[in-house]
């Protein structure tokens, strides 16, 4: 293969990035998006090649003894803090790695085209797709990365660009606070994660993922049993760094910062939930899951956030009436999914460990298929907001036949998404489904009850904006499809989102050196199946035609529907922390210490000083004959202090 594919994978979003955000102004928007588009088709291109070499091609490189391995392409070094403890920028190929590289140029690719007649009319068209090249570079260095530091380096230009893509209509608050928002959320986040990488490394002495996962049971060793406040070392070090991907992923209680995140434009929404940095959290453990599967208080912390984040988004997303946010508190739902999946992917025997490839497989499967459905979804959530002007449900209603293609795509994606058979995502969420069963029943029957609401929110969200309804502003302003550069990545995205689960994704993404086998189980199958089926016709009775069964069902519990509705009121207690604890009494008190104990006390030390100088002005006078008095009498102390020592 060589090097130079790589590179240019690495170096094209780069390259695009500085010509688009350097000589933009001097270009027509016209001419920045095939320049963009170009760039970013090239990328997906090489990616495709470098994958299908990888998985398809038989390279000995790849391949020993009939197992693929992980593969350093390149591996330079960038900082040497020791002999052992180096910093390196490199090139990682595995199969996860190249799955993403897959995953990632193929959205990023369908932004790119989407944007180009979504933002045709938008001031800063050419800063957009230079952002957007910032964005795809970021995440294709997180990916590829050799080492953990060089992963976080990348990490935390994901963080730069998607500050820059939610705030780009900075001339709106809503807008600025969001960036904001994202940005501050996720450096706490992030905080974490550098402390555990610098615990991590400083037991190691590696950065490198190919050493520290390669023998798992080496960096438990290294550790020598060191604990702290009653946990091992390695399990603070694995929690920290799994902080930062609770940050990036959204997970509670670092998740309010994604639903704000819609003021950017929807196609950055797509990009943001579907490809980049919300599934960033997931591949980081995925990155880390050998090293992961030896801290037995890591997987259940994973597990149980990840529950309670899935169950949460779930019950948030079915009361709310911003077709965005809905889509948003999906993608927080989905991602604890597969967080859920790893979680419990490990079946430990005394005195070994065997890894479990059922749990790791599912989640890694479900990323793949969840990308393209959500992508999909939130794409063909632009194509509406772009007919009829408005993000809120209430304005749609009986599109169906004034969009056939969004409607036909947009239900593709619902189908998927509610894990319908014969679409993707019913085969990834069987997979994750069987492995939670196999764990414990708790697992698998409180996430099936999730999957039960993913569903029945979808599918409301459905057939209130298709069905319903009509808004009757269409007889001033008819509604109609996108055009043919938004509605060929709807297309694209069904179609793959239809054939996605046939793909023999097992064989080629394996776990610990052996394909796996994606299969049915029926019983899970058939009661998911079920589930599903059910919720979407709950759905269709309450929300299909125009009646009052929701207005009784939001009576029933109007406290419940409307904490719900409120996100169960996270962002005003994150308001009450900050602005009246924090700001409104710790910060007044230590104002209050600091300027009358501290500033009292140098002001006190001031005044002396001032007031005993004044006094001994005198000694400075200019008189000789008052320095040889003061000289005597300074010589006559120092004899008699000496004469009293000497007693």
């Known amino acids: 293969m060589g090097v130079t594919l790589p590179i240019l994978i690495l170096c094209l979003p780069l390259f695009m990035f500085l010509l688009l955000g350097i000589g933009g102004v001097k270009m027509t928007k016209k001419t920045a998006g095939v320049l963009g588009i170009l760039g970013m088709g090239t990328c997906m291109t090489l990616s495709y090649i470098v994958a299908f070499t990888y998985f398809f091609s038989g390279d000995a490189a790849f391949i020993v003894d009939g197992v693929r391995q992980q593969f350093q392409v390149f591996d330079v070094t960038w900082l040497a803090f020791t002999q052992k403890l180096v910093v390196n920028l490199g090139f990682l190929l595995d199969p996860i790695s190249a799955m993403m590289l897959v995953v990632i140029t193929t959205i990023s690719f369908m932004v790119h085209l989407y944007s180009w007649g979504y933002m045709e009319g938008e001031s800063g068209f050419q800063r957009y797709y230079a952002f957007l ?26 963080g730069v660009s998607s500050y820059l893509l939610i705030g780009f209509f900075y001339k709106l608050p809503s807008a600025v606070s969001a960036s904001k928002k994202a940005f501050i959320v996720t450096r706490f986040a992030d905080l974490g994660f550098l402390i555990g990488i610098l615990i991590l490394s400083y037991y190691t002495n590696t950065f490198n993922f190919v050493e520290m996962t390669g023998n798992p049971f080496q960096v438990l060793a290294q550790t020598h049993g060191a604990t702290f406040m009653g946990a091992s070392v390695l399990t603070w070090a694995m929690v920290l760094i799994f902080t930062g991907g609770m940050g990036k992923s959204a997970m509670m209680p670092l998740h309010i910062w994604l639903p704000d995140a819609m003021e950017g434009p929807t196609p950055v929404s797509a990009l943001i939930h579907a490809a980049t940095m919300v599934v960033a959290g997931v591949y980081l453990v995925a990155r880390m899951f050998p090293v992961y599967c030896v801290v037995e208080t890591a997987m259940t912390f994973i597990s149980v956030v990840g529950a309670i984040t899935a169950f949460y988004a779930a019950v948030v997303a079915c009361t709310q009436v911003d077709i965005k946010r809905v889509l948003a508190f999906s993608t927080i739902s989905q991602i604890a999914f597969m967080m859920v999946s790893l979680g419990v992917a490990r079946d430990y025997n005394i005195p070994g460990v065997h890894y479990s490839g059922l749990g790791y497989m599912a989640g890694m499967f479900h990323l793949f298929t969840h990308a393209m459905f959500k992508a999909l979804l939130f794409l063909g959530a632009g194509a509406l907001i772009h007919a009829v002007h408005s993000n809120d449900y209430t304005k749609m209603g009986g599109l169906r036949k004034y969009m056939p293609v969004t409607h036909w795509t947009f239900l593709i994606g619902c189908l998927a998404i509610a894990g319908i058979f014969p679409f993707s995502g019913f085969f990834s969420k069987d997979e994750m489904l069987a492995a939670m069963f196999s764990s414990h029943w708790f697992w698998g029957a409180w996430m099936t009850m999730v999957a039960g609401l993913t569903a029945f929110y979808m599918f ?172 005597f009498l300074g010589a006559l102390a120092i004899i008699c202090v000496t004469w009293l020592c000497l007693i």
């Open 133 to 158: 090249s910032l964005f795809s570079f970021s995440m294709l260095g997180l990916v590829v990365a050799t080492n953990i530091f060089q992963m976080y380096i990348f990490w935390e230009l994901v």
């Open 460 to 631: 409301r969200l459905y057939f209130l904006i298709f069905w319903w309804e009509e808004n009757p502003d269409y007889a001033h302003h008819k509604p109609h499809d996108a055009p043919w550069q938004m509605s060929i990545p709807l297309i694209f995205l069904a179609a793959v989102s239809c054939v996605a689960g046939f793909i023999p994704f097992g064989k080629l993404v394996t776990w610990n050196g052996a394909p796996y086998t994606i299969h049915i189980e029926p019983a899970v199958a058939a009661t998911s199946l079920t589930v599903a089926v059910v919720a979407i016709l709950l759905a269709a009775k309450m929300y299909m035609k125009k009646n009052d069964i929701p207005t009784k069902v939001k009576n029933l519990c109007p406290g419940l529907w409307t904490a719900a509705y409120h996100r169960f009121y996270w962002d005003e207690i994150y308001q009450f922390v900050t602005h009246k604890i924090i700001f409104g009494i710790i910060c007044r008190s230590i104002a209050w210490f600091d300027r009358h104990v501290i500033d009292a006390t140098m002001d006190g030390f001031a005044w002396l000083a001032n007031k005993a100088s004044w006094s001994i002005r005198g000694m400075q006078s200019g008189n000789v004959q008052a320095y040889v008095l003061w000289y």
